[in-house]
């Protein structure tokens, strides 16, 4: 099932993990920056995007999701 989740940035970012987590925070931890990640979030610090966390903790990115208010 495809949730919403927020990705964020580090302040400094030295190519580590993005924080991630749904509004519930049912679903979160860090998650490794991919090439694609980085291309999705730009110059930005965080985007919000759909997609769903594997059996193994992965989170699997199926697109950009408008901005959210949480």
């Not at 987590?21 to 049912?26: I, P, Q, T």
């Not at 059996?55 to 408008?66: D, R, S, V």
């Given at each position: 099932m495809k949730r919403i989740f927020k990705l964020q940035m580090p302040v400094f970012f030295n190519g580590g993990d993005v924080l991630g987590?749904?509004?519930?925070?049912?679903f979160q931890g860090l998650f490794p920056v991919t090439r694609e990640?980085?291309?999705l979030f730009g110059r930005k610090a965080k985007i919000y995007v759909y997609g769903n966390v594997d059996?193994?903790?992965?989170?699997?990115?199926?697109?950009?999701?408008?901005d959210q208010d949480w």
């Open positions: 987590y749904n509004e519930s925070r049912e990640m980085q291309k059996e193994k903790g992965l989170l699997h990115i199926a697109g950009i999701a408008p």
